[in-house]
Nanobody
């Protein structure tokens, strides 16, 4: 019943910006920590950002800190990832995910629902 649908990816040039969206349904959205992850070809999936249920607490991976902002609109059951100053190294499929109640945000296996992903390609 739970569904996460990412959107907003695309092909951009280095230095451009994108805002990714993840629309959730089938769960009490404002009860859950949400995370963003990404996976580049041939690489392991890595943590990008997470945000607490009310949006007060956020954490970012060092690789994107200063360029990326995570936010959420609980009225719309949507979490966002604003990415600025994009680099070719940001090229990946980006996934949003739901952290289980009582889960530890840094543990990927504690995220119980995942979206299908949206492709971000940054050309140089």
């Amino acid at each position: 019943q739970v569904q996460l649908v990412e959107s907003g990816g695309g092909l951009v040039q280095a230095g451009d910006s994108l805002r990714l969206s993840c629309a959730a349904s089938g769960l009490t959205f404002d009860a859950y920590t949400m995370g963003w992850f990404r996976q580049a070809p041939g690489k392991e999936r890595e943590f990008v950002a997470h945000i607490s249920p009310g949006g007060a607490i956020t954490n970012l991976a060092d690789s994107v800190k200063g360029r990326v902002t995570i936010s959420r609109d609980n009225a719309k059951s949507t979490v966002y990832l604003q990415m600025n100053s994009l680099k070719p190294e940001d090229t990946a499929v980006y996934y949003c995910a739901v952290l289980k109640i009582g889960g530890t945000w840094i543990r990927q296996h504690d995220y119980i629902y995942w979206g299908q992903g949206t492709q971000v390609t940054v050309s140089s």
